[in-house]
């Protein structure tokens, strides 16, 4: 089955349109190439576009992919920039209930690059207005994972990778703050936002320090 039978250019560049940053050519190109071939594999439900790269914010370091699938696990060799999240079609609606955070934001936010038989525009409808908020307890296993990691990684002198686990630590405290609060998370740059909005105005600044301080380094983020 060619592309074009199923899905337009049209509507695959409207869709690719929605990212406003890319990180790199290769990742441009990687995705474009994707979303493109997803068609050919009857085994893909849909492709979705989600996090900080479709926000209006100024940092995006990645690009974040969903992918859904059917029947057994699949892999992709996705480049370093693009994040790319894999889930089996039969237990999605089961993660969502559980307040998967990834489903939910892309369920909310993200942007459709592909789907087929209208299998995302179907999982929206069927749960317009009950989608649950994440786990804040497990945002806080997340964040406290990290901040031992962290403290490993700065004991043998990696003080670049233990900042990011840092950021990355801070950035689950917030997560978790705001779910408490009855607020669904958006992108890490819209946080420092979010917990001022809530008043929560010391781990707003922490934040903040340490995305500005990460301009200064490089490493890899665990979520």
Not at 34 to 39: D, E, L, M, P, S
Not at 70 to 89: K, W, Y
Not at 171 to 186: D, E, H, K, N, Y
Request: net charge negative; hydrophobic share 45%.
């Amino acid at each position: 089955m060619s592309i074009e039978t199923t899905l337009s250019p049209s509507v695959i560049d409207a869709g690719l349109a929605a990212v406003r940053r890319w990180p790199s050519d290769d990742a441009r190109g990687w995705v474009e190439q994707f979303v493109r071939r997803a068609a050919e594999d009857s085994r893909l439900c849909a492709i979705v576009v989600y996090g900080s790269a479709i926000r209006d914010v100024e940092d995006s370091s990645d690009v974040d992919l969903l992918c859904v699938y059917a029947g057994d696990e699949l892999a992709f060799d996705a480049p370093m920039d693009v994040d790319l999240r894999t889930f089996q079609s039969e237990t999605v609606d089961e993660r969502v209930a559980a307040g998967d955070e990834v489903l939910g934001w892309s369920l909310r936010f993200g942007v459709p690059l592909f789907e087929r038989d209208g299998y995302w525009t179907e999982l929206q409808s069927r749960w317009a207005g009950g989608l649950p908020l994440p786990s804040a307890a497990a945002a806080e296993e997340r964040a406290a994972r990290a901040l031992n990691a962290s403290a490993g990684l700065a004991a043998g002198g990696d003080e670049d990778a233990a900042h990011e686990l840092r950021l990355s630590a801070l950035t689950q405290q917030a997560r978790a703050r705001l779910i408490r609060s009855g607020v669904f998370p958006l992108s890490r740059p819209e946080l420092t936002q979010q917990l001022a909005s809530i008043g929560a105005w010391e781990l707003a600044s922490e934040l903040e320090a340490l995305i500005l301080a990460r301009d200064t380094f490089s490493g890899v983020e665990v979520r």
